[in-house]
Nanobody, 124 residues
């Protein structure tokens, strides 16, 4: 499966942004799919993930502010980000696990296919 992330941009503190991850080649609903982010000089951080049955898990730093969702008709995953903070500034990546896996994992090395990043900058 090929992944294409989009939707990043420059926003002010407290504003919202929605990222998209369009899949091609195979149905995204066959995979555990996740969003990660990486700020300059920091390790890649787990943001959120969704299983084939649409169960979701969130990183502690985004819980209650971000929502992950999947639209099967468009073969696309979304990350709705509300109440953005300067510390949310990062390059955001979408990724999927091996299709035989149905469990969410928070480590980046557990994901086998990655999209290119989309940059989110939150200005104060």
């Amino acid at each position: 499966v090929q992944l294409q992330a989009s939707g990043g941009g420059l926003v002010q503190v407290g504003e919202s942004l929605r990222l998209s991850c369009a899949a091609s080649g195979r149905s995204l609903s066959n995979y555990v799919a996740a969003w990660f982010r990486q700020a300059p000089g920091k390790e890649r951080e787990f943001v959120a993930a969704i299983t084939q049955s649409s169960s979701t898990v969130y990183g502690d730093s985004v819980k209650g502010r971000f929502t992950i969702a999947r639209e099967d008709a468009k073969n696309t995953m979304y990350l709705q980000m509300n109440s953005l903070k300067p510390e949310d500034t990062a390059l955001y990546f979408c990724a999927v696990r091996n299709p035989s896996v149905t469990v969410i994992h928070r480590t980046a090395r557990s994901y086998v296919s990655w999209g290119q990043g989309t940059l989110v900058t939150v200005s104060s």
